[in-house]
């Protein structure tokens, strides 16, 4: 008990070493962009195509794409994880009175590995690559927009509930502390479709997404900036994890531009937004029927 109690000044410097502040950051949907770059190389897309409008003009165009965290929130991780190995070992080298170690055997678990779009386009005959790809780049420009308002309850529908209530919470920083991340010059370069697999009885398709943007962070009463640049271009690499019950298949476009609201029966132009204007009610696509469960950011070029 005497060494565990020498032992609490050590614990106490390790504690204060974690909570010490981290640099903050600008960050775009999801907190993906920072002030540093990371990540690999770069890979442009190739082939340029139409896009949807959705309040802002952006372009699109096939390719690859990028994602994960900027260096302050790896730092802090990273001392979290060392600062508990080390308390726990001291805590069991001073109540362990000689005990030998046990050995922990590290098992890598199983992936499933991705099969070619190809093949889910012999199980679903409706799904077009093309279209897909198309209609996840404008959800990558709607994403950015509803992040800049502070809303993102337009897009529930096309998050899982897990992924949609990360978000809000993510977003809930700003609302809190009256700043506003402002996301601008949207371009989709390019989108790839890395393959499928299932995983029980969910089909799991997983997107690749170039895009760049112009990112920074704004006091909403002083109108000063924060973080980040309102001058300088972010390119920006993510992997998409989309999901859907297998056996659903693709429903063919109607041609429509809007549907008929199931609960209150009012006309809504389901291209501006998921949400019915009269009642309020959280509509559903009948052409998108994929779900987006995780997002990562691989990688951020700045210029």
Not at 33 to 44: A, K, M, T
Not at 79 to 95: E, M, P, Q, R
């Amino acid at each position: 008990m005497k060494k565990i109690l020498r032992l609490i000044p050590v614990i106490a410097l390790i504690l204060g070493l974690m909570i010490v502040p981290m640099r903050s950051r600008a960050l775009d949907f999801g907190d993906f962009s920072g002030d540093s770059d990371y990540g690999g190389g770069w890979d442009s897309g190739g082939w340029d195509s139409g896009g949807w409008d959705d309040d802002d003009d952006y372009s699109y165009s096939g390719g690859s794409y990028s994602g994960s965290s900027s260096d302050g929130g790896d730092l802090f991780f990273i001392l979290i994880i060392v600062g508990a190995i080390i308390i726990i070992n001291l805590v069991k080298g001073a109540s362990s009175k000689g005990t030998p170690p046990r050995q922990n055997v590290y098992r890598q678990p199983t992936v499933p590995a991705l099969s070619p779009i190809t093949d889910y386009i012999m199980q679903d005959s409706a799904f077009s690559p093309s279209e897909f790809k198309e209609k996840l780049s404008n959800l990558y420009v709607r994403m950015q927009n509803q992040w800049q308002k502070k809303d993102i309850s337009s897009l529930r529908p096309y998050f899982t509930d897990a992924f949609y209530a990360q978000m809000d919470r993510q977003l809930q920083y700003y609302r809190m502390n009256n700043q506003t991340n402002y996301v601008e010059r949207i371009a989709v370069l390019g989108v790839e479709l890395l393959g499928w697999k299932r995983e029980g009885n969910m089909d799991v398709m997983v997107a690749r997404l170039n895009t760049r943007i112009v990112d920074y962070v704004k006091d909403d009463r002083t109108s000063n900036i924060l973080r980040g640049s309102n001058t300088r271009e972010k390119f920006m690499t993510y992997e998409w994890e989309l999901v859907r019950t297998t056996g659903v298949t693709t429903a063919r476009s109607t041609g429509m531009t809007s549907q008929t609201c199931p609960y209150c029966g009012a006309n809504v132009d389901i291209n501006h937004s998921a949400v019915c204007e009269y009642c309020g009610s959280v509509l559903h696509t009948d052409t998108f029927d994929w779900a987006v469960n995780s997002i990562k950011g691989i990688s951020q070029r700045t210029v």
